[in-house]
């Protein structure tokens, strides 16, 4: 079963930690992605940029608008995501806590019910 690993950023949280405690964050990642590549559970990451790039579209083709900045203010957002194919809900959770940066940005674990594209078949039905 795929499941989705949902980094949730808090940019007070991300910005009261040290500059060495920052990059011990970001060089975590490829230690975690080795690993879970080395088992066969990493399906793929992707990390996102600040909301305060992002766009919202609203409406319908030819009848639509645009807006900057996210769709909803928050004050934790999802900064970046795996996507995880494993076994049970409970190794997903294991996958998880693995994850640098735990104990700090907490992270969602999100059961996927639909794929399609990047060459990725459909998850498993339980």
């Not at 909301?51 to 319908?60: D, I, L, T």
């Not at 907490?106 to 339980?126: H, K, M, S």
Request: aromatic share 8%; hydrophobic share 40%.
């Amino acid at each position: 079963m795929k499941y989705l690993l949902i980094i949730q950023m808090n940019p007070a949280t991300w910005e009261s930690l040290s500059e060495a405690e920052r990059n011990e964050i970001a060089e975590g990642q490829n230690a975690f992605m080795a690993t879970i590549t080395a088992s066969g559970e990493m399906v793929g990451t992707h990390a996102l940029a600040d909301p305060s790039q992002s766009a919202v579209v609203r409406g319908r083709p030819g009848a639509s608008t645009v807006t900057d900045g996210p769709f909803a203010e928050t004050k934790e957002y999802m900064g970046g995501f795996y996507v995880v194919d494993c076994e049970s809900p409970e190794r997903a959770y294991e996958l998880a806590a693995r994850i640098p940066g735990t104990d700090r940005l907490p992270v969602e674990v999100r059961p996927v019910i639909f794929t399609a594209g990047y060459g990725l078949a459909d998850p498993q039905t339980p």
